[in-house]
């Protein structure tokens, strides 16, 4: 009975990620769009696993960082009221360069592509997860690029580097995910 249930849970769990991914890439007409980009980086904090040594205990928080004025600063700020992981997300805005490895999850605005090389610069080889829509993002050193095609939400993924890093990327994102090198 108990390997039932747990099978039940396991399969429920798989069908409301496929479900969440699939909503999340419907077609985004511009007042959506920014709601299904912050979808999406929400499902990333689920389906990321960071090295335990990255929090400071069992329960701390899950921290996303958002550099930038970003049309996503809205909708980005309402995943402070959820959890990923068991851990309550936590927002800082426009953190200093010195404060970039204490995030888990960097979001940078489209106005700052001119941050680029400093975000590689600082953030060479730590478990830091960023994600961007700059155009070619990922192609530049960035390991998450959120990108419309045919009026969807999709996202790329640099897989090299993510790993680079120690961070662990669910099966099921990166077969959702276009992967470049």
């Given at each position: 009975m108990k390997a039932l249930?747990?099978?039940m849970r396991k399969a429920l769990l798989f069908s409301l990620t496929a479900l969440l991914f699939q909503t999340a890439s419907a077609r985004a007409d511009s007042s959506a769009e920014y709601g299904v980009k912050a979808g999406f980086v929400y499902n990333f904090a689920?389906?990321?696993?960071?090295?335990?040594s990255v929090f400071a205990f069992a329960a701390a928080p899950l921290r996303l960082c958002?550099?930038?004025?970003?049309?996503?600063?809205g909708k980005l700020q309402l995943l402070a009221q959820r959890q990923a992981q068991g851990r309550?997300?936590?927002?800082?805005?426009?953190?200093?360069t010195q404060d970039w490895p204490s995030c888990q999850m960097l979001?940078?605005?489209?106005?700052?592509a001119s941050?680029?090389?400093?975000?590689?610069?600082t953030?060479?080889?730590?478990?830091?997860?960023t994600i961007s829509d700059i155009p070619n993002f990922a192609e530049k050193g960035g390991m998450i690029e959120l990108y419309l095609e045919e009026g969807r939400v999709r996202f790329a993924i640099n897989l090299v580097i993510a790993q680079q890093t120690g961070l662990k990327l669910s099966a099921q994102m990166l077969r959702m995910a276009k992967i470049v090198e």
């Open positions: 249930h747990h099978a689920k389906f990321v696993e960071w090295p335990d958002v550099l930038g004025k970003s049309p996503l600063d309550p997300i936590e927002i800082t805005d426009n953190p200093s979001y940078l605005g489209a106005d700052q941050q680029l090389k400093a975000l590689q610069a953030l060479v080889q730590i478990p830091v997860l």
